[in-house]
């Protein structure tokens, strides 16, 4: 997991934590042991990369536990959904798990923006400085762009609906 302020986010994108959680339900019954999993990538238990994609399976809430990741139901679901429905409301709440992103599409929704316009935003809600905001920024923007999608608040049906709009609809 990685900080930008006060907030966390995960430096692997949910598609490629679906990807990994895939590799543990169909190659290691659903858990394995960090060590075992590491061997499987090819990468050191140890190193910035495997524990960024160890906080990231995490963080969107495809695997639970520390000495032992074990894919949860809700990543099941992404990883062997029954439809596409299922794949896209799988997709919805892991998305979800992600506070900093929730947060932001509430205040961008599906609009476009200017990196400008999103760099003050995430200033704002994670409290960060400008530098570490730019230094951040096209990651963020990244991981933000991929799961937009998934953000639009269960019952709206217009995913350009204004801010009054969104009053009493729970994000999950």
Known sequence: ???????????????ESIELGKIIALEFSGEVSRMGLARSL?????????????GALKMWGVSIGRSRGRVTRDGLRAIRPVSEEEAERARSTLARNVSLFVEMYKRLKSEPYTPERFAVLLEELSGADRREVARRLSLIDRLFGEVRPFLVPEGTENANATAEDYSGVQFR
Not at 42 to 54: H, N, T
């Open 1 to 15: 997991m990685a900080k930008i302020g006060e907030s966390e986010f995960p430096e692997i994108g949910l598609e």
């Open 42 to 54: 090819g990468m050191s238990e140890r190193g910035g990369a495997f524990s960024a994609r160890i």
